[in-house]
């Protein structure tokens, strides 16, 4: 994303998270003395991971919660996921700009030839081609030229004294203290996003722990200042999910009229040679070999039977590791073709509107309720959630196009 949507996203949240905080935090003097209890009680599993004393007193000395930070349970607010994550509440067109994707495509090419003999080791030992890496970059810091807005350690440590997911954060603030413990990073440089992740290609302390790689060569993983290094960890972190060297990521393709848009779920999956068969056509006309028509694959319509239809590889879910969205995989998917070609998608997106999250997830429980859902209530209109809109539409006698819409939700209501 670029640093203008950025910014303009992150104000955006940051004022309407000011007003709802300001009325319903508990008092600063109150929250932030069991906050200071809560920094002190994890002492003992810092010393146990290898945390001096001194490293800890340093980290723990005048850290303050940041009740501004979306993802949080405050008293007197509900818990409200996570609104500033533009991954899951922005429509596909919203996201996937043009102009954002040739610019970054643009600097992409630039940035392929600076950086040709690393990439190309890169490609060489882990399989992972320079576009994908390169789009990653891109897609995450802006390659390197968006500043992270916030200090890491308070960041986990707010996330884990009253996040959503106090547990996984709890593990990252140790996990953080040992970074500096190391001395990868100093704790002026330990940037972070509102979520916690850090360095060039945005990973939370743990994936550094597990993927990190000095490929630089200089003794240390330095994923902040170093391009090597967080190129080649995404690149490790993609390998290490399960990347298959040699496959595409997807393939861009027209449905057939026929098709049933409750099938685009990741367990429903075929032979890309069998989904031709059945009608779905590659949109440049392409000929695929027999290795490529050998390969399993799922459907994806980000916009039930609106806009782009995708089969998806196994390449596509590994990248979904990285940042679980649909969105996220196929802005980075794309932006990695348009580096060697000028080709936009070939099917527009369309002008759907995103429901609020509160509205999906009053669709999420009344499939739950009927049977047809069996993930989580989130507020996101993820592959499942959108399968199960479709089944749904069916049993009531709705146009199938699998896609939380208003006349949906009305219906719902109705029967309720």
Known sequence: MGRDAVRRMERAVAMVLAIVVAASAPPAHAADAGFTRFIASLWPEAQKAGVSRATFDSVAAGLEPDYKLPDLILPG??????????????????????????????????????YRPTLDA??????????VILAIWGRETDYGRYALPYDAMRVLATQAYVGRRKDQYRTEFIDGLVLLQHGDVSRKNFRASWGGATGLTQFLPS??????????????????????????SAAQQLVNKGWQRGVRWAYEVRAPAKADCTQGVPNVTKPIGEWLREGFVPVRGQQLT??????????????????????????????????????????????????TSPLPFATPWSASTQLRSRDVEAMQRHLTQIGLYKDKIDGKAGMLTRAALGAYQKSAGLKVDCWPSDAVLRAMNAAR
């Open 290 to 339: 027999a290795a490529e028509r050998a390969q399993p694959a799922s459907l994806l319509q980000p916009e039930g039977t609106y806009g782009p239809a995708f089969l998806t590889t196994k390449n596509y879910f590994v990248i979904k590791e990285y940042n679980f969205s649909d969105l996220y995989v196929l802005f980075v998917g794309h932006l990695a073709d348009r580096m």
């Open 207 to 232: 994936e550094l722990a597990k993927h990190g790689v000095d490929f630089d060569g200089d003794g240390r993983v330095n994923i902040w200042t170093s391009v090597p290094d967080a190129l080649a």
């Open 122 to 131: 890169i490609e060489k030992r882990f399989g992972v081609p320079a576009p």
């Open 77 to 114: 607010r509900p818990a409200t996921g996570a609104p500033s994550q533009a991954e899951f509440v922005q429509v596909p067109a919203d996201y996937i700009k043009e102009k954002s994707i040739a610019r970054l495509a643009a600097e992409g090419q630039r940035l392929m030839q600076k």
